[in-house]
């Protein structure tokens, strides 16, 4: 639905009645902001002749790039030449004269059918990325690599990224990121049918560092009312909201593991240099790929790589028959980070595991892949190396 932001309530009462019925009213021209923030749906902001030309001009020019399909129609008192240049430069899409509420009717209804067109016939102007962490063991580092791993792809506040923890009985994401959740996935249970936008929202908790967190339950004995089907419903219409979804998971083939997996695009498999976990992530591999999940977007990512178990990363490609596509080594520094409340790529961006896992991350979005895994391994072979060192000292 539209909205129409202008400080005179007169002016805004009038630009109103000029957009379709439902079109949200804004006086203050700093609340735009924010309300767009999680409205990705709004196709058309109408700015009207009291809002401050250079903060129209600004805004126009971010969205520019950050929302192509939300158009920026101004209202102005007068149109001139000069106002017309600025505004087109500005990527605003429609300018209009304020005493035409027709006008503004038009270039309203321009912007909804361009939204449209953007959207596609199917309507899904926004398909975020679903990214699965999962390993059948548990204590592996699934949680620690899901968290840094939904940092690193937030690249600094540039990418929308949602963590969702599907732990349901004992997930532990909030606590990893000191967040206080007055909501979380329990209190969707009901809605299947019924779940949107703005009430996924409510439950969502921010994180200081431009994540938004889906909480576990607080008790565990909601986890069989959050049904396959509420799962589904929330990541499908979280792929509407951001860039991003991470997941993290039970280590089991649990009803709502299965629901993640199967809308999963990319899944990080997790695994450590023992035996039983190998043997396990291999049967995981082997029902991926009977139930077609992510083929050719599945990830391996070995934590604690440097273990001397007797077993390194080549070991590892060879028995589970794919490459290790991030090494993460054995680190109090990441123990003491989560402990402190603070993932380590937060708490220690130049921290050898920090780079594998922006790296990581880089895969994930896309980025020309360098070949990570040789790179890593010599880092890790660095820290073995540094370890030794001490050691024999
Ligand atoms: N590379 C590492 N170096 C040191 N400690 C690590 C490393 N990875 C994880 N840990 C620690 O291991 C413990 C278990 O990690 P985590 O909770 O992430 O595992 P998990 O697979 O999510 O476990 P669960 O199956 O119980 O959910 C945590 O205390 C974490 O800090
Ligand atoms: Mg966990």
Redesign the pocket.
Known sequence: MPVVVDQDTETLALLLKAVPSGGHGIEFFDRLEPWLANRPEEYVVVLGPHVDIADALSMSNGMRLSRPATSVVLVREDVDAMVLREAMQAGVRDVVQSGDPDAITDAVERAYQLYVALRGPGGAIHSGRIVTVF?P???????????NLALALTDRGARKVCLVDL?LA???VAI?LQLFPSHSIEHAIGSEDSLDGPMLDSLLTRHPDSLMVLAAPSHPDVLDRVTGALVSRVLRQLREQFDFIVV?T??AFDDQTLTALDETDECVI?ATLDVPTLKNVKVALETLEALNIAPGHRHLLL???DDQVGLGPEKVETILGMPVAAL????????A???AGTPILAANPGHV?SAALRNLAGRLTGEPAAPVAAADRRVAGDERGARRFRKRR
Do not use: E, H, Y
């Open positions: 390993s063991k548990g204590g592996v580092g699934k949680t620690t690599m899901a968290v732990d004992f997930g532990d990893t993290d039970a280590p997790v934590n604690r790589a993460i080594p054995t680190s109090l520094d990441i123990a980070a989560t402990n595991s």
